[in-house]
Nanobody, 117 residues
Framework: QVHLEESGGGLVQAGGSLRLSCAASGSIIIFRLNSMAWYRQARGKERELVAG???????TYAGSVKGRFTISRDNARNTVDLQMNGLRPEDTGIYYC?????????WGQGTQVTVSS
């Protein structure tokens, strides 16, 4: 299993920026060989994938965040980051990182992002 700890969330005004970070521990070989993703869950909604990145560093994005969010990973430091610019109120939610697909790997506690209008 890969243990994941997210950080970097907060309260920001619309149009602002935040940088989220996810630190992996445990089975690092699983982390380095697999695609990773950032997911978010808004209140009352299902968790959705917002950005993914392959082990080799190729990113993919949900249409709603394309052009505003940038995902990156550092396999030497065992981290996955999400730079979020041009934040909107609809980006509000708890953000989690995990494998993509998550394959029943445990979820971390997530980090809350709140965007005020």
């Amino acid at each position: 299993q890969v243990h994941l700890e997210e950080s970097g969330g907060g309260l920001v005004q619309a149009g602002g920026s935040l940088r989220l970070s996810c630190a992996a521990s445990g089975s690092i070989i699983i982390f380095r060989l697999n695609s990773m993703a950032w997911y978010r869950q808004a209140r009352g909604k299902e968790r959705e994938l917002v950005a993914g990145i392959t082990g080799g560093g190729n990113p993919t994005y949900a249409g709603s965040v394309k052009g505003r969010f940038t995902i990156s990973r550092d396999n030497a430091r065992n981290t996955v980051d999400l730079q979020m610019n041009g934040l909107r109120p609809e980006d509000t939610g708890i953000y989690y990182c995990n494998l993509d697909p998550f394959k029943s790997n445990p979820w971390g506690q997530g980090t809350q992002v709140t965007v005020s209008s």
